[in-house]
């Protein structure tokens, strides 16, 4: 099989040798990955919660971490759900061991990290439950299997009726926020 990808690639690009061609298909194969750069990852207890996809992590050495979910946005603290979105994040995350795999920072000096409780990725059960969307701007970070997961949580919660989708027609929190210029 990669054989014969390997001899479509070099009539493709014109390539001599199978060597230059397998140079070149290893640079248009790693161009495919997700743009992400993971930045770090931090491991600790999970100290506060601050809204709906927002915590605070305290790392071994007690140094605390601002933390907003990669991949997801839940609905402001003000906005309809916002107090329930916080309250299912504390009830996914308060006081436990987690580990957060991060992306380079957000414009809020947030880390922007994919949070797991043991082997559980918070920002998706928040998606599961009805209590935040899969946030678009972050769509071509996260892995294909990331975006397939998210997807059909956010499907199953729609149909369902789960959480803010129990609602005739929820805001997106990015919409939301449009109209208000002190959030």
């Not at 402001?76 to 006081?95: C, H, M, P, V, W």
């Amino acid at each position: 099989m990669w054989f014969s990808d390997l001899t479509a690639l070099i009539s493709l690009y014109g390539v001599k040798t199978r060597r230059a061609a397998g140079m070149q298909a290893l640079v248009v194969l790693l161009s495919l990955l997700p743009a992400a750069v993971h930045a770090e990852v931090i491991i600790g207890r999970v100290a506060s919660i601050v809204d709906g996809d927002t915590l605070t992590l305290a790392d071994a050495s007690n140094q605390l971490h601002r933390i907003r979910l990669f991949g997801i946005d839940a609905p402001e603290i003000t906005q309809d759900f916002g107090q329930r979105a916080k309250t299912d994040l504390s009830a996914l995350a308060s006081n436990q061991q987690a580990s957060a795999d991060c992306r380079p920072a957000d414009r809020s000096s947030s880390a922007l990290c994919v949070v797991r409780v043991g082997v559980q990725d918070i920002g998706l059960e928040l998606i599961r439950n009805g209590a935040a969307w899969l946030y678009p701007p972050h769509n071509a970070q996260l892995s294909a299997k990331e975006r397939a997961d998210y997807a059909q949580a956010e499907f199953m919660a729609k149909i369902h009726r789960y959480g803010l989708w129990n609602s005739k027609n929820p805001t997106p929190p990015w919409d939301w926020r449009r109209g208000r210029p002190d959030e």
